[in-house]
């Protein structure tokens, strides 16, 4: 059974609020990267207490209202599916806060956390303030949204981004990692895939591998599933005919994205 690639739960822990994900370091090898995936109907609300611990809340699918108990966000979310292809918003709330999301319409909502220790402020992410980019050529391209990128100094530990990748195309490639802490050569950050697909009974190839293969699988995921990268390279494979979409949460002891491409496939970068 592999250990790094997780499927939905549907876990309902109270009327209209569904778990689909939840992983953290209880129940995986992460230790600085914590996500939950939730579905809620609409008018259904979910709240946490955050301890030591910051969050940011993505609006993925429909529409939310979000609280810290000193500010409320209305109305937050841009799209019915993530195949819209355009920046949803999000909301970062720091450790020793509460939050409450209340789904105005059918959501599903990403819970992105990771350890933290000095409280920031509250901070509303519009679909508007992400930056957004396009990566590779040849069958190697990608659209990016930028949420919390390392250039923006709203979180502690906590960087997300949601990736876009063609038919027929590869992604997080050639292979790359972020597992030394070596500033400013590499950092070391733990990551997260949660995949979905267009169409939804479409699946990519996911291999996560370290250089001396203590860590080596290959796995095909599927529209709901999360991939857990506590270390190695993470490239993935895109068929034909389905397009493929995956929210990221990165986090480690530095707020840095320095990653080391694999020596073997470097050169891919430099064809002409």
């Not at 996560?208 to 390279?233: C, F, H, K």
């Not at 005919?241 to 050169?267: C, D, I, Q, T």
Request: aromatic share 8%; charged share 25%; glycine share 6%.
């Amino acid at each position: 059974m592999s250990q790094l690639l997780r499927k939905p739960q549907q876990k309902e822990i109270a009327e209209g609020v569904t778990v689909v994900q939840e992983v953290n370091s209880e129940n995986s090898q992460l230790e600085y990267v914590g996500v939950k995936v939730l579905d809620l109907a609409p008018g259904r609300s979910y709240k946490e207490n955050l301890s030591s611990t910051e969050c940011c809340i993505v609006a993925l699918t429909g529409k939310i209202n979000v609280s810290d108990s000193q500010q409320v966000f209305e109305n937050l979310g841009t799209r019915e599916s993530v195949f819209e292809k355009k920046p949803t918003d999000s909301v970062y709330v720091s450790n020793d806060r509460s939050f409450e999301v209340t789904a105005v319409t059918q959501a599903r909502v990403v819970l992105c956390y990771s350890p933290s220790g000095q409280s920031l402020p509250t901070k509303l992410i519009k679909a508007e303030d992400n930056s957004i980019e396009n990566r590779g050529k040849y069958s190697n391209k990608r659209l990016v949204h930028n949420i919390l990128p390392d250039s923006d100094p709203s979180a502690n530990s906590l960087l997300v981004v949601e990736v876009y990748t063609e038919s027929g195309n590869w992604s997080s490639y050639p292979p790359h990692k972020h597992d030394q802490d070596n500033l400013p050569h590499e950092s070391f950050l733990e990551e997260t895939y949660y995949h979905e697909m267009n169409p939804r009974q479409g699946f990519v190839f996911q291999r996560v591998y370290t250089d001396d293969r203590s860590i080596d699988e290959t796995m095909a995921a599927e529209n709901g599933d999360v991939v857990v990268v506590p270390a190695g390279y993470h490239p993935v494979g895109v068929p034909d005919g389905y397009e493929s979409y995956y929210l990221n949460v990165m986090a480690g002891p530095s707020r840095s994205w320095k990653f080391h491409n694999e020596p073997a496939h470097e050169w891919i970068l430099n064809r002409k």
